[in-house]
């Protein structure tokens, strides 16, 4: 069966065929980068080489090829609109909603951008638009008309809305994942809610320390002004949800895990590894910049790219690679990826009845024929309505799929 698909690893857009896979560019990270580029070689006999250091204003990382790479580009949500192919980015502080013209690649268009508020996952409905909006740490949902500039927003409150997709049984229903926000009193610095940039992250949350609950995934109905709890538990994450005709509702469902742990205990553990932990972040900063400027390491052992496979974030959680594709493996599945068995994609029917599709799941997309194209981390596979299971491509890191 041919499969064609786009889809998002590590941040970056790619469109897969039976020919293989390409990779999508985004006219407004390139235009991004060019203007980064073009400033720093324009400033660069100011802070770089012998002479600034002899003036005093030399500074580390100001060559344009450093400036390029310290970019943080991710893009998010992928849709499609009038034959279009629409995304959210995250570039550094910003972060918009744009269209990939499919008669003009010379130029992407704004669908919605704006400097104090991060537009993030979206879906389309005909010309409606439903998307989740982030400021000041919070993050709600609102639904763009046609011809329209301004979203009108449906939430509210102290919580993190996000990933709305509109039902495909009632034109004015959205399903999307809410998770509470409570005030962090303790000096713990929190991690970003699921998939924002650091910098981004502080820039929306102002001077308020927040920490994320778990996620519950909610149905709400913008024309009668309701909304009702769908599926709620205190110790997991119910996300990704996504509709189909016949009225089943497909999602994931992992363990929650809470940013911090700030019991006493855990205090009295972090004060006495405090020294141990400086000393470390000390060898970091120094390693980087051996990577950075003679290509190795200060330690015969760090080897920085393994490091970084064998353990990453991913979907907003830290993922143990390694240990998590030789438990798969030893348990004989026989596509074995490195998302944890824990992380469930369940389908909700009509009349309620709960199933389990398959485990280690990090991203999905059921298809119009009912098979599902499923990321497990190390591939895209499609699994078939009989149950059965192909791999169609050994993408790494996949956390988005759109067909």
């Known amino acids: 069966m041919s499969h064609s698909y786009f889809y998002i690893s590590d941040g970056a857009m790619f469109y897969h065929t039976d020919t293989g896979d390409r990779p999508v560019r985004s006219e407004v990270l390139e235009s991004y980068l060019r203007k980064i580029r073009e400033n720093a070689n324009r400033n660069e006999w100011k802070r770089t080489g012998?002479?600034?250091?002899?003036?005093?204003?030399?500074?580390?990382?100001?060559?344009?090829?450093?400036?390029?790479?310290?970019?943080?580009?991710?893009?998010?949500?992928?849709?499609?609109?009038?034959?279009?192919?629409?995304?959210?980015?995250?570039?550094?502080?910003?972060?918009?909603?744009?269209?990939?013209?499919?008669?003009?690649?010379?130029?992407?268009?704004?669908?919605?951008?704006?400097?104090?508020?991060?537009?993030?996952?979206?879906?389309?409905?005909?010309?409606?638009?439903?998307?989740?909006?982030?400021?000041?740490?919070?993050?709600?949902?609102?639904?763009?008309?046609?011809?329209?500039?301004?979203?009108?927003?449906?939430?509210?409150?102290?919580?993190?809305?996000?990933?709305?997709?509109?039902?495909?049984?009632?034109?004015?229903?959205?399903?999307?994942?809410?998770?509470?926000?409570?005030?962090?009193?303790?000096?713990?610095?929190?991690?970003?809610?699921?998939?924002?940039?650091?910098?981004?992250?502080?820039?929306?949350?102002?001077?308020?320390?927040?920490?994320?609950?778990?996620?519950?995934?909610?149905?709400?109905?913008?024309?009668?002004?309701?909304?009702?709890?769908?599926?709620?538990?205190?110790?997991?994450?119910f996300v990704h949800p996504q509709s189909t005709p016949d009225g089943s509702l497909y999602y994931i469902k992992r363990p929650y895990k809470q940013a911090n742990n700030t019991s006493s205990a855990g205090c009295l553990v972090d004060l006495f590894l405090f020294p141990f932990r400086m000393i470390r972040a000390l060898f970091g900063f120094f390693n980087f910049f051996s990577v950075k400027y003679s290509g190795k390491t200060l330690s015969h052992t760090g080897d920085v790219k393994r490091r970084d496979e064998a353990q990453m974030f991913i979907d907003g959680n830290m993922i143990q690679a390694e240990k998590e594709l030789k438990e798969n493996q030893s348990r004989g599945d026989k596509n074995p990826g490195i998302i944890p068995r824990t992380w469930e994609l369940r389908c909700r029917a009509a009349n309620g009845e709960d199933t389990l599709i398959r485990r280690g799941v990090v991203a999905y997309r059921v298809l119009n024929n009912g098979d599902i194209l499923i990321s497990n981390g190390s591939g895209v596979l499609c699994h078939h309505t009989d149950g059965s299971e192909e791999k169609i491509s050994n993408a790494p890191r996949v956390t988005y799929l759109k067909a």
């Not at 269209?99 to 003009?104: A, H």
């Not at 004015?172 to 970003?192: I, R, W």
Request: net charge negative; glycine share 10%.
């Open 50 to 237: 012998s002479g600034a250091q002899f003036t005093g204003t030399f500074e580390a990382g100001a060559d344009a090829q450093s400036r390029v790479a310290a970019v943080n580009a991710n893009v998010g949500c992928l849709g499609f609109n009038k034959g279009d192919l629409v995304y959210a980015i995250r570039i550094d502080e910003t972060a918009g909603i744009y269209r990939k013209f499919k008669d003009d690649h010379t130029q992407d268009g704004i669908v919605i951008s704006s400097g104090d508020t991060a537009y993030l996952d979206f879906d389309f409905s005909g010309e409606r638009l439903v998307v989740s909006a982030a400021f000041a740490g919070e993050s709600h949902i609102g639904v763009l008309e046609e011809s329209r500039t301004v979203c009108d927003m449906y939430t509210d409150g102290r919580s993190w809305d996000s990933e709305p997709v509109w039902s495909k049984t009632n034109p004015n229903e959205v399903y999307f994942s809410s998770a509470g926000l409570a005030v962090n009193h303790s000096n713990d610095e929190q991690e970003p809610p699921q998939g924002i940039p650091y910098g981004m992250y502080r820039m929306m949350q102002g001077s308020a320390n927040l920490v994320k609950g778990p996620s519950a995934i909610c149905l709400m109905n913008i024309a009668e002004g309701t909304m009702r709890e769908l599926l709620e538990k205190d110790d997991c994450d």
